[in-house]
């Protein structure tokens, strides 16, 4: 068995693989480095020291000219290779400076994911296929503590949360409304003051969400105590106890709970604090990717929603 000794690494440049594949098409060093706009001496120089680094030769030099000889022939296959692998990683590295490839990590709350964000992260996908997105739900603190310990590159949080040192922009502004059973007293109402809800048992978010507070009711409005009979973490839950008659609820108004609701009466609410304003998150110290900047960019624009 022959055993093989590993020599030094040659320090290969691609210029001078392109400089033999140029003697391989001409024939000749001097044709080659009028290709390559070089003097021949230059391109002979570039080549002896490549020889020198191999320890055989490469070219067969005769007065018509040089051609490869076989070790020559075996290194112009391999640099072939090596410059396709090159350009190719070029225009892949070009994707991701212009944007058109990366990963991008959003953190949303629920709110968010149920005011159309999905409809807009399939938009963006046909647009930009090999740019992967994750999405984490959370409460709209947890959002926030996301994008500030670098977990999330863009968050969508209540308009209302602590930011800190983070930097937020408008994403969503939606009405709230009263859900309520379909044979419910208030299902016939067009619209009524949250005053008059405050007769029936409220089904409420849990604390740490950006509705645990009654949906943002400033203390004004509350000219008695709800009765809270139930808090839950998440919107399903909400329905299946409002569907089940456990009591009503304050919930933002999107497209998403009218179609998962059927058997539920949306109640429009008169207050004039009655809406859920939305924003997006971002760290001001750091730097997003061009990927993340193009989807921030498509989240943040006036035509978001149209993307829906």
């Known amino acids: 068995m022959k ?67 076989q070790a020559g022939v075996a290194l112009s296959r391999r640099a072939q290779l090596i410059l396709k692998e090159f350009h190719n990683l070029q225009n892949d590295m070009a994707d991701f400076t212009d944007g058109t490839a990366g990963s991008v990590r959003l953190a949303s709350n629920t709110s968010g994911l149920a005011c159309g964000l ?70 016939g109402q067009d619209a009524v003051q949250y005053a008059d809800t405050l007769a029936y048992p409220h089904i409420g978010r849990a604390a740490d969400s950006a509705l645990g507070r009654l949906a943002g009711a400033p203390s004004s409005a509350l000219s008695e105590d709800v009765a809270l009979d139930s808090l839950v973490t998440s919107f399903s839950a909400v329905f299946s106890l409002v569907r089940a008659g456990a009591g009503i609820a304050v919930v933002p108004l999107s497209p998403t709970q009218l179609i998962t609701a059927p058997d539920i009466s949306l109640v429009s609410l008169k207050d004039s604090w009655a809406k859920f304003d939305l924003c997006l998150v971002c760290d001001p110290g750091v730097i997003l990717s061009p990927a993340a900047s193009r989807l921030l960019s498509l989240l943040g624009s006036q035509d978001a929603a149209k993307t829906a």
Do not use: C
């Open 3 to 69: 055993t093989k000794i590993q020599a030094t690494m040659p320090r290969f440049d691609l210029f001078t693989l392109q400089l033999v594949l140029a003697v391989k098409a001409t024939g000749s060093v001097a044709r080659a480095a009028e290709s390559m706009h070089l003097t021949a001496s230059a391109v002979s120089k570039r080549i002896l020291e490549l020889e020198d680094q191999l320890g055989t030769a490469i070219l067969e030099r005769h007065s018509q000219g040089a051609r490869l000889n």
């Open 118 to 187: 999905a409809d807009q992260l399939v938009y963006f996908n046909r647009q930009y296929p090999d740019i992967r997105i994750s999405v984490r739900e959370a409460t709209s603190i947890a959002v926030v503590q996301a994008v500030a310990e670098g977990w999330a590159d863009i968050g969508i949080a209540s308009a209302q949360t602590e930011l800190g040192a983070l930097t937020a922009r408008p994403y969503r502004s939606t009405p709230l409304v009263l859900a309520v059973p379909k044979n419910h007293p208030l299902a």
